[in-house]
Every structure is written in C-alpha cells, then in structure tokens.
C-alpha cells in the first residue's frame, strides 16, 4: 500500500484576495480592473503551497487559527492559476469547494514573494516530469527483449590470458675462450708449500754476478 505525504512547498505570511469582474475577453485579466488594491481587498491572511502525491493545492487559510478560507487545486492542463497582464505580483485563482468552483484575484506586496509563488509551482511541475519518466524508462527496461547470454549445446570459450603457457628460452651464456681443439684449457694448480719455500730460499742467497 503506497501511502501519500503532504509536502509543504511554501508558506507566504501574507497575501489578499479580491473580488475581480467576469472577463470580457480571451485577452486575460487585468489587475488594475480590481479597483484600490491597497483597500479593496476582500481578505488577508496566509498562503500555502501543499503537495501530496501528483496533487498540488494552494490554500488560504487564516495567519491566526489555520482555518480554511479557500482552496485552489493546482493543475498545469487548466487555468487554476493565471498570472494577470499589467502586474507581476496579481493572479487570478481558480478555488473550487464542494464540486463548485469561483475565480478570485490574489495577489502579494512583495514581489519576492511573488517569485516564490511561481518558483514552487515550477519546481512541483518539474517534479511531476522527472517521476513520469522515470516511471516509462522502467517500463521500457522491463518490456525489452532480454539477451540470452547462456552457452547453447556444443559451444566453448576460449580464453587467452597473457603469455601463459608460452615457453621460456633460457639465455645463451658467453662461450670462454677454447683452444683449437674446441677444449677448455686447464688452469695449472698453485704449487705446494715446499716449492714456495724452496723459490724464496733461492731468492734470498746472495748473487757475485
């Protein structure tokens, strides 16, 4: 059972509502049609931006108690929100209640606050896309054709690692000098203690010569 969390995209401390004429056109609203914005406001009170699964309410709700004013369900395929043409802190909202719905005009005094509206509402709809992908790439990866990588009947692997198994050739060592029958000479061995002293005696007598 999947189970769906409300998410809090954003709070704003204050808006106002207004009541705003029927449009007489498909050229859009306008908010200076709504009178003194500064007095003519309707109400006052804070805005949310809740998320919950793939829906996205903005509500308006009293700064003090939290009590529901108005309820705006957000959807990017319809006009729920639609900025106005001569401001960019106005929009019109689309609430709706008990299958009814009514649009109103809504609006902030900080044009920050204005950029933050639009900027949550961007990022739910980039979320929205993100998750729709990622949900057809998994369906793709589980509709396509798995490779059998399995050895059929009879089929081998060769492997070749390196030079395993190769022969090593031992080096050639130096060829020493021969004589002409191709026979090592022999080294004469060191003579015997009795001949070294007999050659020093003989160095040692005196010579008249």
Not at 1 to 18: A, D, G, P, Q, T
Not at 34 to 47: E, H, I, M, Q
């Amino acid at each position: 059972m999947n189970e769906e969390y409300e998410s809090v995209l954003l709070i704003i401390r204050e808006c106002f509502v207004y009541k705003i004429p029927p449009r007489t056109a498909a050229r859009g609203y306008r908010a200076a049609e709504w009178g003194d914005l500064a007095t003519s406001f309707l109400w006052k009170g804070r805005l949310r931006i809740i998320s919950k699964g793939q829906r996205c309410e903005i509500r308006l709700e009293d700064s003090s108690t939290g009590e529901l004013f108005a309820m705006c369900p957000y959807d990017i395929q319809s006009n729920s929100v639609e900025a106005v043409l001569d401001s960019s802190r106005y929009f019109v909202l689309k609430i709706e209640n008990e299958g009814r719905h009514a649009f109103i005009g809504m609006g902030f005094q900080e044009r920050s606050d204005a950029f933050d509206f639009n900027v949550a509402l961007q990022d739910f709809i980039k979320q929205l896309r993100a998750e729709k992908e990622a949900t057809e790439r998994i369906a793709q990866a589980s509709t396509a054709p798995k490779k059998d990588y399995s050895l059929k009947e009879g089929q081998t692997i060769n492997i070749t690692i390196g030079n395993v198994g190769a022969k090593r050739i031992r080096p050639k060592v130096a060829n020493t000098s021969t004589n002409d029958n191709g026979i090592l000479p022999l080294i004469p061995p060191p003579p015997s203690a009795s001949q070294v002293k007999q050659q020093q005696q003989r160095q040692q007598q005196p010579s008249f010569f």
